[in-house]
């Protein structure tokens, strides 16, 4: 099976085992060259472990891993040509922020004034230049992370890990690194493995971004893919917000489900999966595809709403957001512009939304 | 304040009495001092005592190394029990150790029987009664005491710096050398400072597995005091020592520090 697009990472079937918990359960996928991919799981859902099979600290109970169309799994973590960064602060704490830089090329056996360009190269991509001479302990968490970048792409490696990086740093501080990931993305092309529980970051920063769940991959695609087209119940209540009303499917026909919730009131919305008569289903709504209306919304077939009576406003800068109470004793959640019309506490409203921006999955297992 | 005056009482006093004593008797002077660092024998004794420190902390250095860096790395389980092993040797009787390699070392103990049994020797070897013997036993009484500061230095450095080393490709060899030894330094120190200081001073382990003709300066006090009654030498000899350990604590001050490093 050759393809025509080059790709840096091929993992087949990869699965591993820590006595009866199994970590990684069946994992494929592909990384193109230059690709920033995102692992997005909640802890325990096989990302970090993945990642950790890539960069050879750990041994896969069955599969395999191939960067550039070669197997790696016999290969040690310092022949991989992988640069990787950690989730705790990993810089040498007996070495300069200098000589934390220079370490890989040190290592190799480079020539000093090949080591010294390289480095003084790095610390400029970093913004971190005046901090050469320092320790690391004399360094904040977001520059102590800036500079284990720059130390795991000095070499040049093939591959770039990220085993979320950013994890200890606060909010702030957390987006301007992030951008500078990006930017730096941009500036070198490097192949990048990224790993976070934060979906907002996987958003911001991927070109497709892999869920996981229990050890497999939920849905693998591009963020508007997830968002958009959640290929499951999982996907769509972990990637962005979203409100699962509970119902029961009445019917199916062209990929339209009729849904009728508990007290009676029947929705529609695409559906994609398999879904059984009479079963217990789920329809995916995004707060902010709800929006207010003082009337039930007209005859038009792919207009429909919902009624309930506002229990709490939040005021959130850009946006205002309502919980309302349904009469099918459900909460729902309402997110808006702030500037549209405001609705007050125990206000009761209609709330429209597209066929099209309504999804229906079958109910998840509760032990999710 | 109740403090100060337990030293006073209990350190300060003794010693300066101790002290007085050396630059008195026989008569005032430092010709005490003088006897111990200038004439051959004493100076003998002096170099066999720094000599045997100096190999001792070497090889617990050596051999702690490893089984501390073990404890470390082991599941807590496995290094709970290797803990115990090496905690239950310390607390057993110090008399009762250095017996039984006296039983294991002697002319007719169990390794010279074997290796004469096994045809590797004729005659026995003299692995007791010389300075042979009290490197040995000595070794083994002082690796809980380098084992255990590695041990705590080793335990507080994050894997993960390995693994950070490693996957920027440098080989077990390079780590070893220019992260985890560096980094283990202040354990190093503290390990090897306690050995050395406290082989210095060591007194039954010579007495018993050491022999008359190479003395070591603990001995040689206890003689001069117990023996020969010559309380002049004997407290400058213990002066000696006090001073030279002193030399190597600033010393191991100065290098590691006392506290962390900041």
């Given at each position: 099976?050759?393809?025509?697009?080059?790709?840096?990472?091929?993992?087949?079937?990869?699965?591993?085992?820590?006595?009866?918990?199994?970590?990684?359960?069946?994992?494929?996928?592909?990384?193109?060259?230059?690709?920033?991919?995102?692992?997005?799981?909640?802890?325990?859902?096989?990302?970090?472990?993945?990642?950790?099979?890539?960069?050879?600290?750990?041994?896969?109970?069955?599969?395999?891993?191939?960067?550039?169309?070669?197997?790696?799994?016999?290969?040690?973590?310092?022949?991989?040509?992988?640069?990787?960064?950690?989730?705790?602060?990993?810089?040498?704490?007996?070495?300069?922020?200098?000589?934390?830089?220079?370490?890989?090329?040190?290592?190799?056996?480079?020539?000093?004034?090949?080591?010294?360009?390289?480095?003084?190269?790095?610390?400029?991509?970093?913004?971190?230049?005046?901090?050469?001479?320092?320790?690391?302990?004399?360094?904040?968490?977001?520059?102590?992370?800036?500079?284990?970048?720059?130390?795991?792409?000095?070499?040049?490696?093939?591959?770039?890990?990220?085993?979320?990086?950013?994890?200890?740093?606060?909010?702030?501080?957390?987006?301007?690194?992030?951008?500078?990931?990006?930017?730096?993305?941009?500036?070198?092309?490097?192949?990048?493995?990224?790993?976070?529980?934060?979906?907002?970051?996987?958003?911001?920063?991927?070109?497709?971004?892999?869920?996981?769940?229990?050890?497999?991959?939920?849905?693998?695609?591009?963020?508007?893919?997830?968002?958009?087209?959640?290929?499951?119940g999982?996907?769509a209540s972990?990637?962005?917000?979203s409100n699962m009303l509970r119902?029961?499917?009445?019917?199916?026909?062209?990929?339209?489900?009729?849904?009728?919730?508990?007290?009676?009131?029947?929705?529609?919305?695409?559906?994609?999966?398999?879904?059984?008569?009479?079963?217990?289903?789920e329809i995916m709504v995004?707060?902010?595809?709800?929006?207010?209306?003082?009337?039930?919304?007209?005859?038009?077939?792919?207009?429909?709403?919902?009624?309930?009576?506002?229990?709490?406003?939040?005021?959130?800068?850009?946006?205002?957001?309502?919980?309302?109470?349904?009469?099918?004793?459900?909460?729902?959640?309402?997110?808006?512009?702030?500037?549209?019309?405001?609705?007050?506490?125990?206000?009761?409203?209609?709330?429209?939304?597209?066929?099209?921006?309504?999804?229906?999955f079958?109910t998840q297992?509760?032990?999710? | 304040?109740?403090?100060?005056?337990?030293?006073?009482?209990?350190?300060?006093?003794?010693?300066?009495?101790?002290?007085?004593?050396?630059?008195?008797?026989?008569?005032?002077?430092?010709?005490?001092?003088?006897?111990?660092?200038?004439?051959?024998?004493?100076?003998?004794?002096?170099?066999?005592?720094?000599?045997?420190?100096?190999?001792?902390?070497?090889?617990?250095?050596?051999?702690?190394?490893?089984?501390?860096?073990?404890?470390?790395?082991?599941?807590?389980?496995?290094?709970?029990?290797?803990?115990?092993?090496?905690?239950?040797?310390?607390?057993?009787?110090?008399?009762?150790?250095?017996?039984?390699?006296?039983?294991?070392?002697?002319?007719?103990?169990?390794?010279?029987?074997?290796?004469?049994?096994?045809?590797?020797?004729?005659?026995?070897?003299?692995?007791?009664?010389?300075?042979?013997?009290?490197?040995?036993?000595?070794?083994?009484?002082?690796?809980?005491?380098?084992?255990?500061?590695?041990?705590?230095?080793?335990?507080?450095?994050?894997?993960?710096?390995?693994?950070?080393?490693?996957?920027?490709?440098?080989?077990?060899?390079?780590?070893?050398?220019?992260?985890?030894?560096?980094?283990?330094?202040?354990?190093?120190?503290?390990?090897?400072?306690?050995?050395?200081?406290?082989?210095?001073?060591?007194?039954?382990?010579?007495?018993?597995?050491?022999?008359?003709?190479?003395?070591?300066?603990?001995?040689?006090?206890?003689?001069?005091?117990?023996?020969?009654?010559?309380?002049?030498?004997?407290?400058?000899?213990?002066?000696?020592?006090?001073?030279?350990?002193?030399?190597?604590?600033?010393?191991?001050?100065?290098?590691?520090?006392?506290?962390?490093?900041?």
């Amino acid at each position: 099976m050759t393809s025509l697009t080059k790709n840096a990472v091929e993992i087949h079937h990869l699965v591993k085992r820590f006595g009866q918990v199994t970590a990684v359960d069946d994992v494929s996928l592909s990384v193109a060259d230059g690709e920033f991919l995102t692992f997005l799981g909640s802890s325990g859902s096989g990302k970090t472990s993945t990642l950790f099979i890539v960069a050879g600290f750990e041994d896969p109970t069955s599969g395999s891993v191939e960067i550039d169309g070669r197997s790696v799994l016999s290969v040690p973590p310092n022949e991989r040509n992988i640069g990787m960064v950690f989730q705790r602060y990993t810089l040498f704490p007996n070495m300069s922020v200098r000589d934390n830089i220079a370490f890989p090329l040190s290592v190799r056996g480079r020539p000093q004034n090949e080591i010294d360009r390289a480095v003084a190269e790095m610390l400029d991509m970093v913004r971190l230049g005046s901090y050469a001479g320092r320790r690391p302990s004399e360094l904040s968490g977001g520059q102590q992370q800036r500079v284990a970048l720059a130390r795991a792409l000095v070499y040049r490696p093939r591959l770039l890990l990220m085993d979320e990086p950013l994890a200890a740093l606060d909010k702030r501080l957390r987006e301007d690194i992030q951008q500078e990931i990006r930017r730096i993305h941009r500036e070198l092309g490097v192949t990048i493995l990224y790993v976070t529980h934060d979906q907002e970051e996987a958003l911001r920063m991927s070109d497709r971004i892999a869920v996981f769940s229990h050890g497999k991959i939920a849905q693998i695609g591009s963020g508007s893919d997830l968002y958009e087209r959640p290929a499951n119940g999982f996907v769509a209540s972990f990637v962005g917000n979203s409100n699962m009303l509970r119902g029961r499917l009445r019917g199916v026909s062209e990929r339209m489900a009729s849904v009728e919730l508990a007290d009676g009131t029947v929705l529609h919305g695409l559906s994609d999966a398999n879904l059984i008569h009479g079963t217990q289903v789920e329809i995916m709504v995004r707060p902010e595809r709800l929006i207010p209306s003082s009337s039930r919304a007209g005859d038009l077939t792919s207009l429909q709403s919902v009624e309930g009576t506002v229990i709490d406003v939040s005021y959130l800068g850009e946006a205002v957001q309502y919980e309302i109470a349904t009469r099918w004793q459900q909460n729902i959640v309402v997110r808006n512009d702030s500037r549209a019309s405001g609705l007050e506490l125990g206000a009761s409203a209609h709330f429209s939304f597209h066929v099209h921006d309504a999804l229906v999955f079958p109910t998840q297992p509760s032990a999710s | 304040m109740p403090a100060l005056v337990f030293l006073f009482l209990f350190l300060v006093l003794p010693l300066s009495s101790l002290f007085l004593v050396s630059v008195t008797e026989p008569s005032l002077g430092l010709g005490n001092y003088a006897k111990l660092l200038g004439d051959a024998a004493y100076g003998r004794v002096l170099f066999n005592t720094f000599f045997v420190a100096g190999v001792v902390t070497c090889v617990t250095l050596v051999i702690g190394y490893p089984v501390a860096w073990l404890l470390a790395i082991l599941p807590a389980r496995t290094a709970h029990l290797l803990m115990a092993a090496i905690l239950l040797s310390m607390w057993t009787n110090l008399l009762a150790r250095t017996y039984g390699w006296m039983v294991l070392l002697q002319r007719t103990g169990i390794i010279n029987r074997t290796l004469i049994d096994l045809g590797l020797i004729n005659e026995p070897l003299p692995l007791i009664n010389n300075l042979f013997g009290v490197t040995i036993g000595m070794t083994y009484i002082m690796l809980p005491y380098v084992i255990l500061p590695l041990h705590a230095t080793l335990s507080g450095i994050d894997p993960a710096i390995m693994q950070a080393a490693a996957i920027t490709g440098a080989k077990p060899r390079q780590i070893f050398w220019r992260i985890l030894l560096p980094l283990s330094l202040p354990g190093i120190g503290a390990g090897c400072l306690m050995v050395f200081v406290m082989a210095l001073g060591y007194y039954v382990t010579p007495a018993l597995l050491g022999g008359t003709a190479n003395m070591m300066l603990a001995e040689m006090i206890a003689q001069q005091v117990q023996s020969l009654l010559n309380w002049g030498l004997g407290s400058a000899a213990a002066f000696i020592l006090l001073a030279v350990t002193l030399v190597f604590f600033a010393i191991y001050v100065r290098v590691v520090g006392l506290g962390k490093r900041s």
